[in-house]
């Protein structure tokens, strides 16, 4: 069954802000450090942000002080806010759960283009 639901990619002009949103299941999100990744076409898949069960968040360097990652445990949702988009953050964006050294699941995948 489907663990990980991704939503919110899209087309957006260099500077423009989007934000991606991540719905887990209540057993996965409560045991697991969330993260977001990206794969650029022709490019290996990088880590992009985590935020640990105690919020502890950690940043790819190209995204530091442009992208936020939050997670409500309300709505078991983890998000990725995305400001001052740049032309080189187009990529396919994953939502991931695991622990800090390994993937447990993946989302589906969402499209993020930036573009003018």
């Known amino acids: 069954q489907v663990q990980l639901v991704e939503s919110g990619g899209g087309l957006v002009q260099p500077g423009g802000s989007l934000r991606l949103s991540c719905a887990a299941s209540?057993?996965?999100?409560?045991?697991?450090?969330m993260g977001w990744y990206r794969q650029a076409p022709g490019k290996q898949r990088e880590l992009v942000a985590t935020?640990?069960?105690?919020?502890?968040?950690n940043y790819v360097d190209s995204v530091k002080g442009r992208f936020t990652i939050s997670r409500d445990s309300a709505k078991n949702t983890v998000y990725l806010q995305m400001n001052s988009l740049k032309p080189e953050d187009t990529a396919v964006y994953y939502c991931?759960?695991?622990?800090?050294?390994?993937?447990?699941?993946w989302g589906q995948g969402t499209q993020v283009t930036v573009s003018s």
């Open positions: 991931s759960a695991g622990t800090l050294g390994s993937v447990r699941y």
């Open positions: 209540r057993s996965i999100f409560s045991m697991y450090v």
């Open positions: 935020v640990t069960l105690t919020l502890n968040t």
